[in-house]
């Protein structure tokens, strides 16, 4: 017991029992001082001299009572009986004794006392006269979770107190406010004082996951009374301290609540125990298990987490969004509970691999939420690429948010990389990073230049590529010439369709090859145009040149862009002019590649020659023959009058780059005169199929004239005529000119060397001559 030692302890003689066998007799109502031995626990009444005074006919059935404070602890295995309490033994003996015994056998005696064995308990008011029903108390004391039990009588027989109750919050979220209520419920009361000195302390502890600092003084929101609204708060230990003004009832639910902040890790629930400063209580524990279970902080995840894009060409300014939603608001936290800056937590996306933006403190951020800070903090390298963001505001966990930011895109072609998401301050359930997805196909609908799926995640570059055929198959690209002819100025057009726009910081260069046996020299060719259709500029250019190898090499010094609601293909056209060469040949094989600085484009394109359906030659050579009875002996005098017939030429030249026709003559002679020794006119009729161009420097001999009178002479005047009407007449501008020729009498060879003639009169040159010299016949 906590009953102190006294040699005047109260001992209270009581009635019980009817008739001559009652209790006490004249010793009823009764009171004596006891000697009283806290331990080991020994009370002995000297019965002597209350018998003489007030029974001195003795008793032989004593009832009587003490009032002691019980232990604070439960006696071991002294808990309630498990069924009906057979074992109503005790470990309180009784002894009587006769001090002045002089008879050996009368000595007295000394046994264990019998305990109560009936459920509840038992109590004799001073009133009492009778034993039964109405002098014990079968549940006023029992705990309310049970009905009595037999056992609870047996003196000293001290429960164990347990306290239950339920332990819940009112936010698992980091950082947040949070309101903690503890409802407590006990099975013994638990008094203000428990003896001597011991004032009654309700500790609970493992409170831990704050940060709220410390206070001696820590304001309950709440208290069911007699419990004291003000308490001691130790955020270090985990513990609050309550104290009461009065008894807290068995049975009887004492509910508090508590504001705190929870910390911003994420935890378990708390498992809290209770303590009475005079009680060895067992604690049931308290909590709610769920979200709600107190000081349980819930980790961070993200149910929305997307890192797109808008473009994915390289080398193109990319806008990359980033949509966000946390399954906990994430709000001002402290960093501990004496933090005086609390700070939002920092958003860190990291593995944005493939830019070439340069690192910057202070890259630009868009967004309308006003949640997000106005630039974040970008890291560039070859290998990594990070944008720590702060939060100015608390985000939500019901509320989807994006911001963006723009950055350049590689010029390096890519898949997606993984983007991750990392939170300071709180825990994430994918800790250290979360992977970040893309949106769904609608977004290609808000950025048409995304033509599949995979290119909606952030930093996916596309592979550059020629697009050679629709898909239907149509050809997309092409090669073209614009002249056939020896010598002739001749454009090469070539027409490109490439998957991606053409940024002047890729370095974008188109290199042609095999544009060989050309007359064009030196280390620059004239390209004419380089150029987007419908009303696009011509974009500025350098050019490069092989005349050896026939190879251009054509680099945009700035962008070549497509319209930028297109899927980023970009045609362009690019005429060069180059001279061909004086002779006939077959079209070569074109290679037509191009590359991003040092990177190649894939699958190079190749000009492949087909004459199918065009009734030539695979060079594209036409049949030499010419119409039946185009050339009869009587074709120059009619053609004088008459439209000379053309010479047949490939109609699909323009399709077989630098293929060149071969030149080939048709020729008619015929004289003024056949009688010897006459003067006499030769005219000569020669048809080329193709133009004769002062480049070629073209020089026309005629042999077999021999057996004239004629000298030799290295000016012999020839006249040109014209004949024939219309645009296909005989000489055009050379019509009326003369010139002085070479001419041997033997063998009777006429040589015309038109170079001169041609570059003064006939820059565009001819290719039907009419011509006469006079000679003189044989005898």
């Known amino acids: 017991t906590r009953t102190s030692s006294s040699s005047s302890m109260t001992v209270t003689f009581l009635s019980g029992g009817s008739g001559a066998g009652g209790f006490n007799g004249s010793l009823a109502g009764q009171t004596m001082s006891a000697g009283w031995l806290q331990v080991p626990g020994t009370l002995t009444l000297n019965l002597t001299s209350l018998l003489s005074s007030a029974a001195p006919s003795g008793v032989d059935r004593l009832l009587f009572q003490i009032s002691v404070i019980n232990s604070n602890a439960s006696v071991a295995g002294k808990g309630p009986c498990s069924s009906s309490c057979t074992d109503n033994s005790t470990s309180v003996n009784v002894a009587l004794s006769f001090a002045l015994s002089t008879v050996a056998k009368i000595g007295g005696d000394s046994r264990p006392m019998v305990g109560y064995s009936r459920p509840g308990v038992f109590l004799v008011s001073a009133s009492s006269t009778s034993l039964g029903p109405s002098t014990y108390y079968s549940t006023d004391y029992a705990p309310s979770s049970r009905a009595a039990a037999a056992g609870d009588g ?52 493992g409170l831990f996951g704050t940060v709220t600092p410390d206070s001696s003084a820590f304001t309950l929101g709440s208290a069911t009374a007699p419990l004291i609204s003000s308490a001691v708060w130790s955020n270090t230990k985990g513990s609050l301290v309550l104290s009461a003004s009065g008894t807290l009832l068995l049975g009887t639910d004492y509910v508090i609540t508590m504001a705190v902040q929870n910390q911003a890790a994420a935890k378990l629930a708390a498992s809290v125990n209770v303590s009475v400063t005079w009680m060895n209580v067992v604690t049931i524990p308290m909590y709610v298990p769920d979200n709600f279970a107190a000081l349980y902080i819930a980790k961070l995840d993200w149910a929305v987490k997307t890192a797109s894009q808008s473009t994915p060409w390289p080398c193109a300014a990319n806008t990359i969004t980033v949509h966000l939603q946390p399954t906990v608001s994430l709000l001002l936290c402290k960093a501990n509970a004496t933090d005086s800056n609390p700070g939002y937590p920092v958003l860190t996306i990291s593995n944005l691999v493939g830019s070439a933006t340069s690192s910057s403190s202070s890259l630009a951020v868009a967004s309308t939420s006003g949640v997000f800070a106005s630039s974040g903090v970008w890291t560039q390298s070859a290998t990594a690429g990070q944008l720590v963001l702060n939060l100015i505001a608390p985000m939500n966990a019901s509320q989807v948010y994006n911001f963006s930011f723009s950055l350049v895109n590689q010029q390096q072609s890519q898949i997606a990389p993984n983007v991750s998401l990392a939170t300071s301050r709180l825990t994430q359930v994918s800790s250290p990073y979360a ?95 380089l150029y987007l259709p419908a009303g696009y500029p011509a974009a500025p250019y350098t050019v490069s040149w092989a005349q050896s190898s026939g190879t251009l090499a054509l680099t945009a010094t700035s962008d070549v862009v497509a319209s930028a609601s297109g899927n980023g293909e970009t045609s362009v056209l690019l005429a060069l002019t180059l001279i061909n060469p004086p002779f006939g040949q077959d079209a070569p094989t074109l290679s037509i590649s191009a590359q991003f600085g040092s990177l190649a484009f894939p699958a190079p394109l190749t000009s492949v020659h087909s004459d199918s359906g065009l009734g030539t030659t695979f060079d594209g050579h036409p049949a030499d023959a010419v119409g039946a009875g185009a050339f009869t002996d009587n074709y120059l005098l009619d053609s004088l009058s008459t439209t000379p017939q053309s010479y047949p030429v490939a109609s699909t030249f323009s399709q077989f780059p630098l293929f060149v026709v071969s030149p080939r003559l048709h020729t008619l002679v015929a004289q003024s005169t056949p009688f010897p020794c006459a003067p006499n006119t030769i005219s000569f009729a020669v048809l080329s199929r193709v133009p004769l161009l ?18 030799s002479s290295s000016s012999m005047t020839v006249t040109f005529l014209s004949g024939g009407s219309g645009a296909g007449g005989f000489n055009g501008s050379l019509a009326g000119q003369t010139m002085s020729a070479g001419w041997l009498q033997v063998p009777g060879t006429l040589t015309l060397n038109l170079t001169s003639l041609l570059s003064s009169a006939a820059p565009s040159g001819v290719d039907r001559l009419l011509f006469q010299i006079s000679v003189i016949n044989s005898n």
């Open 154 to 205: 047996l003196p000293l027989r001290v429960y164990d107190p347990v306290v239950s109750g339920t332990f819940s919050q009112s936010s698992s979220n980091p950082c947040d406010q949070n309101t903690i209520q503890v409802k407590l419920n006990s099975n013994v009361p638990i008094y203000q004082t428990c003896g001597s000195g011991l004032g009654v302390a309700i500790t609970l502890s």
């Open 435 to 529: 992977v970040m997805s893309a949106q769904s196909a609608g977004w290609m609908i808000l950025n048409p230049g995304l033509v599949s799926t995979d290119e909606i995640a952030a930093l996916y570059i596309r592979r550059p590529a020629f697009v050679a055929n629709s898909p239907v198959g149509a050809p997309r690209w092409s090669v073209n010439q614009s002249s056939p002819y020896p010598c002739a100025d001749n454009t090469i057009t070539v027409s490109l369709t490439f998957n991606v726009p053409l940024f002047s910081s890729c370095v974008p260069k188109v290199i042609i090859t095999n544009l060989t046996n050309t007359g064009t020299s030196g280390t620059s060719v004239s390209v004419t145009s």
């Open 694 to 711: 002062a480049r070629c420097q073209p020089q026309v001999t005629i042999t077999g004239l021999g057996s004239t009178r004629t000298s």
